[in-house]
């Protein structure tokens, strides 16, 4: 309902609820380059690169490969040590599709990324380095808002009455 002053009840609202504040969802996307050198022979290197991740339950994860490689490789994702992903072989400088490692419990986990081999360019059976980037994105739900004292929510219901019935009466 429009009033003659521009006001709409919806604004109102709005304005009530900015002062109040309102819970959203936030994702926040991170790439972390790394560099392994393999101590393993075979085509599945270790060590694992690891790297701490916190997380209200959604953890999505895409693989980078360097550039410098000079042959392919596929990226093993796991959490907390159980793999649950595999990107297809990469050339270099080539970048996976996003995988949603999730649901995964809120709070903290620990991302590895394993590098496999394949015969190819400079590989004649080993893989002896990799790397890359991995972007990570997890998203979180932002602390509530804290409840506003009664008082305050007491006013703001009575200024929003007063100005529902001084609308009311201006546009009548």
Not at 48 to 68: E, N, R
Not at 130 to 143: E, H, K, L, P, Y
């Amino acid at each position: 309902m429009q009033v003659k002053s521009g006001v709409t009840f919806a604004s109102i609202g709005a304005i009530v609820i900015a002062m109040f504040g309102a819970s959203v969802a936030y994702g926040q996307t991170s790439s972390v380059p790394f560099s392994i050198t393999c101590t393993s022979s075979g085509q599945l290197c270790t060590p694992i690169f690891t790297t701490p991740v916190t997380t209200g339950g959604v953890l999505q994860v895409s693989y980078s490969a360097s550039a410098g490689h000079c042959s392919n490789v596929a990226a093993h994702f796991l959490v907390d040590g159980v793999e649950l992903a595999v990107t297809p072989f990469l050339t270099p400088g080539q970048t996976s599709a996003t995988f949603t490692l999730s649901p995964v419990s809120a709070g903290a986990h620990t991302l590895g990324v394993q590098g496999e081999g394949t015969v190819s360019g400079c590989n004649t059976g080993t893989l002896a380095a990799w790397g890359g980037s991995v972007q990570i994105t997890v998203n979180a739900t932002a602390a509530a808002a804290p409840i506003p004292a009664p008082g305050l929510v007491a006013t703001a219901l009575a200024l929003l009455l007063a100005a529902f019935a001084y609308f009311r009466r201006r546009s009548a």
